[in-house]
């Protein structure tokens, strides 16, 4: 069956550091994969997506590459600020979504 | 309205009681999907509509869960003699198209507590 397994948090980071959230899923067929944030106090919104094998997503800094060979899509950013700090979850199309992981962002 | 809006926002049941929580998505989305989200866990599929045709409703707890989308557009999701394990945040997303690779867009979402 289909499910998504995600990194599990929270992360703190210093403001200026590289992040990395690792996603892994398991899928029959070919799913569209995304990573969507929540901010404190929002609602769930869309970060990026890639719907198919080596897409990169990219947005506000964040990637993130569906990877096939390792059934993969772990969401990276190269320096992260305070506004970073959210709840991030990894989805596959609309249907499965990981526990989330929750990042704060320290200055 | 500009984007999905869901009511009430909270609502407290006490056991036993029914309740029945709103979706208006954004006009014109075809899709629309209900998820449940536990404190601290990601949203849980429950069921999906395109247009008015319920065609999956596989992640329904139970059969007092009741979903329908009469005309398209407004959705409603019913659950009867609420219990304590239903108490939870329900979502409500609506996205353009009913292929998997189209953006969701979420409600604020709606805080039942069963007492």
């Known amino acids: 069956g289909n499910s998504v397994t995600q990194m599990e948090g929270p992360v703190t980071l210093s403001e200026e550091a590289f992040l990395t959230i690792n996603c892994t899923y398991t899928?029959?067929?070919?799913?569209?994969l995304f990573w969507y944030v929540q901010y404190p106090g929002e609602g769930l919104q869309l970060l990026l997506k890639?719907?198919?094998?080596?897409d990169k997503g990219s947005n506000k800094g964040f990637e993130a590459t569906y990877r096939k060979e390792t059934t993969s899509f772990h969401l990276e950013k190269g320096s992260v600020q305070v506004s970073d700090s959210a709840v991030y979850f990894c989805?596959?199309?609309?249907?499965?979504f990981g526990t989330g992981t929750s990042l704060t962002v320290i200055p | 309205g500009a984007g999905v809006s869901q009511s009430p926002r909270y609502k407290v049941a006490k056991r036993g009681q029914d309740v029945a929580l709103r979706c208006d998505p954004i006009s014109g989305h075809v899709s629309l999907f209900w998820y449940q989200q536990a404190l601290g866990q990601g949203p849980e599929f429950l069921t999906y509509f395109q247009n008015e045709a319920q065609l999956d409703k596989s992640g329904l707890p139970s059969d007092r869960f009741f979903a329908e989308r009469p005309e398209g557009s407004v959705s409603t999701l019913k659950i009867q003699r609420t219990q304590q394990e239903d108490s939870a945040v329900y979502l409500c997303?609506?996205?353009?198209?009913?292929?998997?690779?189209?953006?969701?867009?979420f409600g604020q979402g709606t805080r039942l507590t069963v007492v």
């Open positions: 989805a596959l199309n609309q249907f499965y």
């Open positions: 899928a029959t067929g070919y799913p569209s």
């Open positions: 890639a719907t198919k094998a080596d």
């Open positions: 997303a609506s996205s353009t198209t009913g292929t998997g690779n189209s953006e969701a867009f």
